[in-house]
């Protein structure tokens, strides 16, 4: 098996996710294990068909410079496997890989090594989620559907609420090119299509929008899931700038427990300014690549000039792999802060716990920041 170099540190941040479930950078497989291996459908539709990888970690990880050597190509990051030597006791550590890493091919096979195949489905799923900018259980549960992959509800916690309200975003932000194409009866037309765009049906329905923007079937499939990810993200955006003004307040006030020592305090005193600094820099960087959204669907709304939504969805892939990186580091400090950070005296982190997260926080923004 592949072992990445494990310090103190990297113990010390896994024992702190033990007690949390998916984030957009986490997706905890022995957590949901331990709160639902009783639910019938965790065995019937799991993640992974293989038994220790469905116990796993994986986590989005910024890539530290002597890790950069690991991989044929360059990239920022990378998807994180962590099997877990007990996966209930995180503290304990664990095997470590990266997903393409050099030598992967060779220890994943044998690790997922089955009589029946199994092995492939859990290989393909890997390489989806290798794929994704973030972890984010709403792009993992449509990603792996486009490749036919349907794990149990308990993997890809999702809340009604949640679903209720980002069709009714959805719906909201449609809308005005449904009246263009429907006029009549707009408003059910757009809950149709808006279903559609939600669940990757591109049927007949669909078929005058990619005629009217002259895409191929691949171009327009590509382009939708896109514009689908585009619209998640704008939702998740309106509620980040209050949860991050939240964190950015936190960071002036939070107190460890316990005695901070002289380089302890040292370092906070650094690290907190800066990284308050890098969260309004990466929300403002997210701002802007949603305004180059907007003006492309508005020239094809209120300009009737399809070009500019048209170049979007071809630009679109690769714009909503930047977008959903920093959209999923950010609302990772905003879920983990809001789990760990806002809760009482028993709760708080020692002052070093809370440099260390705040050092991940600052080196996951590390690769999307621009300029300092």
């Known amino acids: 098996m592949l072992m990445a170099s494990k310090s103190k540190r990297d113990f010390r941040n896994l024992a702190n996710i033990t007690e949390t479930a998916s984030t957009s950078r986490i997706l905890n497989l022995a957590h949901v294990h331990s709160q639902s291996a009783s639910d019938p459908d965790y065995g019937i539709k799991p993640f992974f068909r293989n038994g220790k990888l469905n116990k796993a970690v994986l986590i989005k990880h910024t890539l530290r410079p002597n890790e950069l050597e690991l991989f044929q190509k360059p990239r ?36 997922l090594s089955t009589s029946d195949g199994q092995g492939q489905t859990d290989m393909e799923t890997l390489a989806v989620l290798d794929t994704l900018p973030s972890l984010d259980p709403f792009l993992l549960r449509e990603s792996l559907a486009r490749k036919g992959i349907q794990p149990a509800a308990c993997y890809l916690r999702i809340s009604a609420n949640d679903i209720s309200s980002m069709i009714t975003f959805a719906n909201q932000e449609i809308e005005r090119l449904i ?13 149709r299509f808006t279903g559609k765009i939600l669940s990757d049906s591109l049927d007949k329905e669909l078929e005058p929008l990619k005629a009217t ?9 590509d382009g939708i899931f896109s514009w689908r990810g585009f619209l998640y993200f704008k939702w998740r955006h309106l509620d980040l700038q209050s949860e991050l003004r ?34 309004l820099t990466a929300l403002g960087n997210v701002g802007n690549i949603l305004h180059h959204y907007d003006a492309s669907y508005a020239a094809l709304i209120e300009g009737h ?19 959903g990186e920093h959209v999923g580091i950010l609302t990772h400090i905003a879920s983990f802060w809001s789990y760990r950070m806002s809760g009482g005296p028993a709760r708080r982190l020692t002052p070093l716990d809370y440099a260390d997260t705040l050092l991940d926080f600052d080196e996951s923004l590390s690769c999307v920041f621009i300029g300092d």
């Open 246 to 279: 939240a964190v950015i307040d936190g960071l002036a006030k939070y107190q460890p427990i316990g005695l901070i020592d002289a380089e302890v305090k040292e370092l906070l005193t650094t690290v907190r300014p800066r990284l308050a600094k890098r969260i």
């Open 76 to 111: 920022r990051s990378a998807t994180k496997i962590i099997m877990p030597f007990d996966p209930n006791d995180l503290r304990l550590g664990g095997e470590a890989f990266f997903i393409n890493q050099y030598g992967y091919d060779r220890s994943i096979r044998a690790l």
């Open 179 to 191: 009246n263009i194409a429907y006029q009549d009866g707009a408003k059910a037309a757009s809950m």
């Open 213 to 221: 923007l002259r895409l191929s079937p691949s171009q327009f499939a």
């Open 305 to 323: 000039d399809p070009g500019p939504f048209r170049q979007f969805l071809l630009d679109g892939p690769k714009m909503f792999f930047e977008l």
